[in-house]
């Protein structure tokens, strides 16, 4: 995919061979009616990707959305995420999910099963995280998910998977932004046909006082989330932009109507600071084997 030729409409294709929509909206942090109407906004505005997670407590939220936009299920790509803690339990969880998305189905409006499924985190031991990993897969040959995938593993969490012998996730989800880049993790995902996703995009604002953000914004004549989800987007990324907001909600997706330049984007690689620069704390963490 060209990064000239981007539209809200791009999409990428999976290991799975399901389609990914380019653009995903966050719902972290999102709770209650606050979700239904967020989740709304974006669709209204033209996402196809929601990105949700049992942790954050709003998967039926986002099925309630979904049921009240008028569009048809194919066409909304959702994800949801396991926590490592509950690695012997994926099988229930995953149903526990499968129920909550169900929650508001109607005559006109079936839900099935999510597009993506995630492990959120991988702070377990590895013969746990490997079983968890073999669980996963199954509940996907068991038809209870399309695709399957993990977020926020380091290298060496990837490679004890290919080390297993078992089966590469198709997505890695990541913090991701121009000042946390992670890219050896980036580099041996891309290599292997790992699409990248990247939350924290927008980097919840803490360095939109950075000179060299300031000075773009006023190049492109645009506001600095839109620098950051381009810069995701040129990059080959997945960003998962968040707000509560409707008028952010939409605004973070106006952002094909501009290219950063290659002089502009070799400034903003190197506004990189490793680990240093993350600002959640999911990152992968040093002291997880």
């Known amino acids: 995919m060209e990064s000239e030729h981007l539209s809200i409409h791009s999409v990428k294709e999976l290991l799975s061979g ?5 653009l995903g909206f966050g719902v972290y942090r999102n709770q209650g009616p606050t979700v239904v109407s967020a989740c709304s906004a974006a669709l209204e505005a033209g ?12 998967e039926m939220e986002v099925a309630e959305a979904l049921s009240k936009s008028g569009l048809k299920r194919e066409e909304v790509f959702i994800t949801t995420k396991i926590l490592s803690k509950d690695w012997n339990n994926v099988a229930s969880c995953v149903q526990g999910s499968l129920q909550r998305f169900s929650a508001h189905d ?8 999510p597009d993506l499924l995630l492990i959120h985190d991988p702070r377990i031991n590895p013969e746990d995280r490997l079983s968890m990993w073999k669980d996963v897969l199954k509940a996907r ?11 926020n593993f380091a ?14 996730p198709v997505v890695n989800q990541i913090e991701l932004h121009p000042f946390c880049q992670r890219r050896d993790i980036v580099e041996w995902c891309t290599k292997r046909c790992i699409v990248v996703e990247a939350y924290c995009p927008l980097v919840r604002g803490k360095y939109w006082d950075n000179p060299t953000l300031l000075n773009l914004s006023n190049k492109y004549q645009r506001d600095i989330g839109h620098i950051l989800v381009r810069w995701s987007l040129q990059k080959g990324h997945i960003p998962l932009p968040k707000s509560s907001q409707p008028h952010r909600i939409k605004s973070n997706a106006n952002v094909y109507d501009f290219h950063i330049t290659i002089e502009d984007m070799e400034a903003l690689d190197a506004l990189d600071e490793g680990d ?3 600002i959640a704390g999911w990152n992968p963490p040093l002291n997880v084997p």
């Open 18 to 22: 399901e389609k990914i929509p380019a």
């Open 47 to 58: 996402y196809r990707h929601i990105d949700s997670a049992q942790l954050y407590g709003n």
């Open 106 to 113: 109607t005559d006109g409006f079936t839900f099935g099963v």
């Open 141 to 151: 040959d068991d038809g209870f998910v399309k695709s399957v995938g993990v977020s």
């Open 155 to 168: 290298v060496r969490h990837l490679e004890q998977i290919v080390a297993a012998g078992l089966e590469l």
């Open 276 to 278: 240093n620069g993350a």
